[in-house]
């Protein structure tokens, strides 16, 4: 349980890293941008969908080590233990689709219900992002 645990917040921990930081790159790089308005708006949208993405990979990564180690459990269901089957999953579980045809079993459950509180905590912190940044570029015009 304790490796389970340390796995956990070193996901958790980095897909909140690597957000604070496109978002951060983002932050600045955009406003130097000579383009249109408009299209420093996509800019910053496609960037934080980029994150979005990066981050379901690194859970998807962690599943496909948690299922190929004996311990943590396992992914039952329409799933062959491949890392398309895993990164299948955490888009699912980081987006809170849940469609249910995998499910987690063990102590990978864990890290299933802390994704899709990750992915929803992230999902919002890019939709403020994103709204502050659209002000910023709206104010005046």
């Known amino acids: 349980m304790l490796y389970t645990i340390l796995i956990n917040s070193l ?3 980095l ?3 690597v957000h604070y930081e496109i978002l951060r790159q983002l932050s600045l790089f955009v406003p130097r941008l000579t383009i249109r308005h408009r299209l420093r708006v996509l800019f910053g949208v496609f960037g934080a969908l980029c994150a979005h993405v990066i981050e379901i990979w690194l859970f998807a990564f962690g599943y496909y080590f948690m299922v190929h180690v004996d311990g943590f459990g396992t992914l039952a269901g329409n799933f062959d233990h491949s890392l398309l089957d895993c990164s299948y999953f955490s888009f ?3 987006t809170s689709l849940g ?3 995998i499910a987690p079993l063990g102590n990978i459950r864990f890290l299933a219900g802390l994704e899709a509180l990750t992915g929803l905590v992230l999902i919002t912190w890019s939709a403020s992002f994103m709204f502050i940044e659209m002000t910023k570029f709206w104010e005046g015009k």
Request: cysteine-free; glycine content about 8%.
């Open 11 to 13: 996901l958790v921990s």
């Open 15 to 17: 897909a909140v890293l």
């Open 92 to 94: 699912s579980t980081y």
């Open 99 to 101: 469609l249910g045809d």
